[in-house]
């Protein structure tokens, strides 16, 4: 099934557990100069969580062209588990991508990012010590990749979600402010959350904050 749409006047009201992002976060290199990196094939990145995670935020400093991409989450570079992926279209200019996921717990982690087609530069910052880093599959010391992995609360707590079947007003598709990931992007972006007070593409707004679920059949 597809993944619930959020209307801005009546909806059925459900709640789940889930484990909310609290603002805390770790950056995936350190060091201060930065530069701008166009993707080949691939590029990937290397990282540790201590806590539960729930969310990775990838800084794209330019794309020339339509491109697209393709982000996944893996245990570790052999890519021997695939955990979540997503694809993006991207238009010329600059933006983060942002792939949010059911929360995992504290362990070691892999992302990549695979270029399908056109041209795309991503944030690498080259006097990072870390290492950690991936180009077209191998291990570089050039650079580390600028990413944050956002972290997400131990504890589950209850939220509300928009289900499957819910009314949506004419022109709702787009959220034009407020809400930290920008869009409701219906089947592209997990557990996305809407804030109540979001303004709307029609000119009204999100009266109800809710979270996205996929409802399984």
């Not at 749409?5 to 059925?12: A, H, P, R, V």
């Not at 942002?98 to 080259?126: C, I, K, M, Q, T």
């Amino acid at each position: 099934m597809v993944i619930g749409e959020i209307t801005s006047s009546q909806q059925d009201i459900m709640f789940v557990q889930v484990r909310v992002e609290d603002a805390a976060f770790i950056e995936t290199h350190n060091g201060t100069v930065k530069a701008n990196y166009y993707i080949n094939n691939s590029i990937g990145q290397r990282f540790a969580v201590t806590r539960w995670m729930g969310r990775i935020k990838i800084k794209i400093v330019n794309v020339n062209e339509a491109s697209r991409l393709r982000l996944s989450l893996w245990d570790s570079p052999a890519k021997n588990k695939l955990f979540f992926e997503n694809e993006y279209q991207l238009n010329p200019g600059s933006t983060v991508l942002h792939l949010s996921f059911n929360p995992l717990p504290a362990g070691d982690y892999y992302w990549e990012l695979e270029r399908l087609s056109g041209s795309v530069g991503v944030s690498v910052v080259s006097d990072s010590t870390l290492h950690n880093a991936y180009n077209d599959g191998n291990p570089t010391t050039a650079f580390d990749v600028e990413s944050k992995i956002m972290y997400v609360t131990d504890a589950e707590e209850e939220r509300p979600v928009a289900v499957v079947g819910d009314p949506v007003d004419s022109g709702v598709n787009t959220i034009s402010g407020g809400s930290e990931l920008g869009k409701i992007m219906v089947g592209s972006v997990e557990k996305n959350i809407s804030r109540a007070g979001d303004s709307l593409a029609n000119g009204g707004q999100v009266l109800q904050g809710c979270w996205f679920v996929e409802m399984e059949t």
